[in-house]
């Protein structure tokens, strides 16, 4: 054990430590490849299908209509990409049927359909990153299942996010694995994803992160002048949904509101978009909520399982264009159309995702065991953790910021080592600490645990 140098003269001066990152060349490739006009093929294919809702799984494939008919032309995309690849991908369906409950009057097959990107590294495929979209769709009727619901950015521009990183990605290789999921049963409750989700936790899989896109079409309403086309939201959890009430006495004795998993997941998402794009192209705005009012979606269900999860939505939403039956009215157009969705603006969600998912699958595990010493009362502060599980680490930074600051703003290298005492008081500021590789990937942020 050896204790990092004491250089906090040197960044104290530093607003953060996100902008000393710099870019990958591979993930740099694989965003040029996004394309706007593939992802528009992806929208106005899956719209032909007149509706996806979740309760139009039975009709038949000579139909070319229902959610069925949608699913199998996911799989047979994946499949394509898979080829494309020398079977790269592993493509699967989760396919169940969901027993009657709210929004479910008869017993409904529901089916999730995935491709699975396994990581390059032996020792670091188990860790699992996911991007992930609703492809039902449904109009004003809860349970119509017949009536036509076009459902282009509610989600029909989440599942083409999906898939169009499945594309591009699945021409590089990663140490970590990637899962491009896409999912049914959102609108009539979570039940593709909630499915889902426990089938992770109940294979005790290493899921780390979590990036939900729904509603990513950045709608664009003729004379609409308040839509941000250059801003995505990012919703994430501060306290974990599935805290218990030793963890919620912790959270609420030393603040740590702001520090969940998920929110370090949003963090993280902040941070690569500096690294891949100027601020003027396309940003994140980190929203400190778990979704909009009213609303939820597929990130509950992995929050409700113990995972880091966030949601991506366009920055405005106009709710003529969600959930409507397809029509005009004094003049007002009503139905979610393609021709409302700006394929640019869901090309650059989808780099984002790439990039996050690409950065996260690039860079070793996180630190473990991430303790702050807690013993004496003191004005420095020493953490101590065991060392990234898998080998790809060659060192450590410890970050810090004001307790009352939204995002990190100091770093400390630690060369060697997992520990670090630093001459800042804790009881002034949160913690993290982070692993990272020779080519400057970095991992997730933990956030100690005291120790006494
Ligand atoms: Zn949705």
């Given amino acids: 054990m050896s204790t990092a140098p004491l250089a906090v003269a040197l960044f104290s001066q530093q607003p953060a430590s996100a902008p000393t990152e710099t870019a ?25 299908f007149s509706t996806r809702h979740t309760l139009s799984s039975d009709m038949p494939a000579s139909s070319g209509k ?5 699913a199998e032309w996911i799989r047979s995309e994946f499949e394509r990409y898979a080829k494309e690849c020398n079977g790269c991908l592993q493509v699967k369906s989760d396919e169940f049927t969901q027993e009657p409950g709210p929004r479910i009057p008869k017993p409904t097959k529901i089916t999730n359909v995935y491709a699975v990107l396994r990581g390059s590294d032996t020792a670091n495929a188990g860790r699992i990153y996911l991007v992930s979209g609703h492809y039902d769709s449904r109009n004003s009727e809860t349970n119509d299942a017949t009536g036509d619901s076009p459902g282009a950015n509610d989600d029909a521009s989440g599942t083409a996010v999906s898939m169009e990183c499945a594309r591009v990605l699945s021409k590089h290789r990663f140490p970590a694995t990637i899962i491009f999921l896409t999912v049914a ?84 998402i902040a941070s690569v978009a500096m690294v891949y794009f100027p ?85 070793p595990a996180p630190p473990a065991n991430v303790r702050l010493l807690t013993k004496e009362l003191q004005n420095d502060s020493t953490l101590v953790w065991e060392a990234s599980p898998g080998g790809l680490a060659t060192g450590y930074e410890v970050l810090w910021r004001d307790t009352s600051a ?47």
Avoid: C
């Fill in 66 to 70: 229902g959610a069925n008919v949608a």
């Fill in 185 to 268: 049963g959102e609108e009539q409750g979570l039940y593709g994803s909630a499915h889902f989700a426990k089938m992770a936790k109940a294979e005790g899989w290493n899921l780390e992160a979590v990036l939900n896109n729904d509603i990513v079409g950045g709608d664009r309403t003729p004379g609409d002048t308040l839509q941000e086309p250059h801003v995505v939201r990012v919703f994430s959890e501060g306290i974990p949904t599935t805290a218990d009430e030793k963890q919620l006495r912790t959270i609420r004795a030393l603040g740590g509101e702001n520090d969940g998993p998920s929110r370090q997941l949003a963090r993280y």
């Fill in 406 to 452: 939204p995002d990190w703003q100091h770093a400390q290298a630690v060369a060697d080592g997992t520990r670090a005492t630093v001459p800042v008081s804790k009881d002034n500021v949160i913690f993290a600490v982070r692993a990272l590789d020779a080519k400057g990937h970095r991992s997730l942020a933990v956030v100690p645990v005291p120790e006494r």
């Fill in 24 to 48: 990958d060349p591979q993930i740099a490739a694989a965003l040029r490849d996004v394309s706007p006009a593939r992802i528009q093929q992806t929208i106005e294919k899956l719209v032909s």
């Fill in 279 to 363: 601020p003027t192209v396309f940003q994140p705005k980190l929203v400190s909520r778990h979704d909009r009012y009213l609303r939820g979606g597929d990130h509950f269900s992995f929050n409700e399982q113990g995972f880091a999860a966030i949601r991506f939505t366009e920055f405005r939403e106009n709710y003529n264009h969600q959930h409507q039956n397809v029509r005009t009215e004094n003049g007002i157009e009503y139905g979610d159309l393609p021709k409302f969705v700006d394929y640019d603006y869901t090309a650059n969600v989808a780099r984002l995702n790439a990039a996050a998912l690409a950065s996260l699958a690039s860079a």
